[in-house]
């Protein structure tokens, strides 16, 4: 009999291994998030809004349909930020974690699982990095508790409200989980730029990628006459340069499109932190400094756009990533030159990579549109909130314009299945129906992680 | 000096050359819309007005800012439908017929022109081609105003009246043009089938692509023994699939979509000829037999990706083109099967031909969304009517939820912009500020006309 489940194991490609235990742990998070235990006294939650939370913790989305801080009760916050911490590390990193401090041996098969989980090409050095980046994220974490815990005690009446407070946002802020138990975001903070400034740093740490903060890690670490001979990946150079232009892009264009409307009476320090914040927060974070239904229209619009691209490839993000914006951008300037081969920083980029990154994106465009459209159908929102919902929960971000506790029962299971989605990656969402066929993880080793 | 000015226009690209020929058309125009002498006596109109109502008739799009019927003498409505004519046909076709009228040698710099508005890729046939063109246009707008006119003689008090609006109707639905002297379109003809009928088959005629209507005609009058070694095109066989499976996905949504609600009180042969009428229409026609705007939210948003979609290439439609969507679904699709080749109907699609279509797709997601965004900051209509108009403009389409002639002038600029785009192709617009290379113009036989 175990035999059998086994075979039946090995016939999945890693990508439907990978899907399946991402619904597992839907599956379990919305037995916990469904305990009595969980929530406050006389509240009672409908099944489809424990499911929401459950996968809108998972995929570290942050969209709410209760409150947090009303509905959960101190076991459910922490059951929350134990999810959050699981959906936003990657559940095969933690799996990996507890296979190697039970002591068993990583072989090929789970190895190349975490591959796909992590998007990387290649077998080699996977279970380092797996461990690699359990440290530095535990370390960030840890790091931004005591800072965010410790500043905190200006806030609250009590050390342990003011660490508590600090335990749950700095491990929302990392894994750009976007949940908060203030109430309402980080609006009470919309003055402290100290708060603010923390959580930036926090929200890009987890955003920009786990691979660009290990070989920066490993640059800082590395003695002046190794650096000499140090470069960064392709895939470094390219994320993060897209990352940070996409962070600048939405700042100016925010403080433009604001400047005489929400703006209006602010000071030049406000229009810079309000736009900052609300741009680096479209990426994935999905906290806010302020309630973002008051911006205009068209700044809505723009950060549905930003929201749509969301982060970086192998980070806790969503959208179709930094890197497919990247190539499929550069590819249409190439194109437009007449020129045949595609070239970033020197290198040429894989023909694989560029389908890969078309594809992601063609996809996108065809997933949320489709879910607009039947959301205009369920809904009774303006078309507007509908796009920002859709594409804050495909972006796996979490802002909303207010309309997610409305949703009806089918509009729940349509952002449900966008923020799953979202997380594991259209490219998996594509390849869960498909045969695995032999053969397919052999490449050249600079490539570009996709989508 | 002429010396010198024939240097300078050998230094221009094919499709510069196209560009400032549709350039100069449009100035042609907008002088004849602009004389007095077109006006109805009592109109004025505002220089903006003048350009739009030209550029909407040179790219046979049909959006208007002013009612053609109340504003223009029946001089300017001869002037609109020539420059319908001219549009719609394309003025290298034009241009290539008078060179031949004038008994002019068509060298091989012209024939590559014509090659390139037609987007053709090869050489031969060129002037044969627009021969054949023109002879079959003009004839069908011949039979369609024979038809209709006489038709006509039983709606109007004078057969002078009749003719005048079955000779407009059918250069008007022929080229796709969408312009109406009725008043308020088709809707006065919206019990009367065998109207609709013609409509229909003349919009389709216009849409569907010259190649296919040639080689058709040649399939149809060859010989029984010749028809044996005949075969369509790929080209052909691509396009016209694409065209009908999706008139016949929009009439199956539009009638699903509108069941409970446009369609509530109307019987089967309504419905089918509202959704079938109205599913035709998006793919280039702009013409209908109702006021769209009675319509749901989400049909008014089908019928927007419909409108992006557009019609043939090589034909009096704009859009990304059925061929781009087609290559782009199918490169989805054969990519998700973990393919690398693209095979349709046992031929090999060329990757230049992938890459074009790509490239048409992801630059009209750019244009049409920066231009919905630009709109929403300017004008102040919803946001679902400002898509429907946008992605009207962009595919030449012509319908509208009513708010063209409230436009602001920046918006009507865009509206422009996107229609001027929409005529001539994304790609024809990206190499316009493109050196032209050598050597560009040699490909094997079996290509695809993409967007
Ligand atoms: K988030
Ligand atoms: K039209």
Wanted: charged share 15%; net charge neutral.
């Amino acid at each position: 009999m175990r035999h059998r489940s086994y075979r039946w194991l090995n016939a999945l490609s890693p990508v439907q291994l990978i899907v399946i235990f991402y619904a597992s742990a839907v599956l379990l998070a919305t037995i916990l998030i469904g305990l009595p235990l969980s929530h406050q006294s006389g509240v009672t939650l409908s099944f489809i809004d424990v499911v929401f939370t459950a996968v809108s913790a998972v995929s570290v989305t942050g969209l709410t349909v209760v409150p947090t801080a009303d509905t959960f009760s101190t076991f459910g916050v922490f059951v929350i930020a134990f999810v959050l911490q699981f959906g936003g590390i990657g559940i095969m990193a933690i799996g990996t974690f507890i296979w190697i401090v039970l002591g068993k041996k990583i072989g090929l098969r789970e190895r190349r699982l975490i591959m796909t989980d992590q998007n990387q090409t290649t077998f080699q050095g996977m279970v380092k990095l797996i461990k690699q980046i359990l440290a530095l994220i535990l370390t960030i974490e840890l790091i931004g508790f005591l800072v965010l815990g410790t500043y905190f005690l200006q806030y609250y009446d009590s050390w342990q409200q003011a660490y508590f407070q600090g335990f749950f946002a700095s491990i929302s802020a990392t894994t750009n989980g976007g949940f908060d138990i203030t109430g309402q975001s980080l609006i009470p903070f919309k003055d402290d730029y100290f708060v603010q400034f923390i959580h930036m740093v926090l929200i890009m740490f987890g955003a920009i990628g786990f691979p660009v903060l290990i070989e920066v890690r490993e640059y800082l670490f590395a003695k002046t006459e190794e650096r000499r001979f140090m470069r960064f990946s392709l895939f470094t150079k390219v994320t993060t340069l897209t990352f940070f232009l996409l962070v600048i892009f939405g700042t100016v264009v925010i403080a433009l499109l604001e400047f005489q409307y929400f703006f209006a009476d602010k000071k030049w320090h406000e229009i810079l932190f309000y736009s900052l914040f609300q741009s680096i927060t479209t990426r994935s974070g999905g906290l806010s400094t302020m309630d973002v239904s008051q911006f205009t229209e068209q700044t809505e619009l723009v950060m549905s756009a930003l929201m749509f691209i969301g982060a970086s490839p192998s980070s806790v993000g969503g959208g179709i990533r930094t890197t497919s914006f990247a190539l499929v951008i550069i590819f249409v300037l190439t194109f437009a030159r007449g020129q045949q081969r595609i070239h970033i920083f020197g290198r040429e980029v894989h023909n694989d990579d560029l389908n890969k990154a078309v594809v992601v994106t063609i996809m996108a465009v065809i997933t949320v549109s489709t879910s607009v459209i039947l959301l205009t159908i369920t809904e009774s929102f303006p078309l507007t909130e509908i796009i920002f919902e859709v594409t804050s929960a495909f972006g796996t971000v979490g802002l909303s314009l207010g309309i997610t506790p409305d949703l009806s029962t089918i509009g729940k299971v349509t952002i449900i299945i966008l923020m799953f989605i979202g997380r594991i990656g259209i490219l998996s969402f594509l390849f869960t129906f498909k045969k695995e066929k032999k053969g397919n993880y052999h490449y050249p080793t600079e490539r570009i992680i996709i989508g």
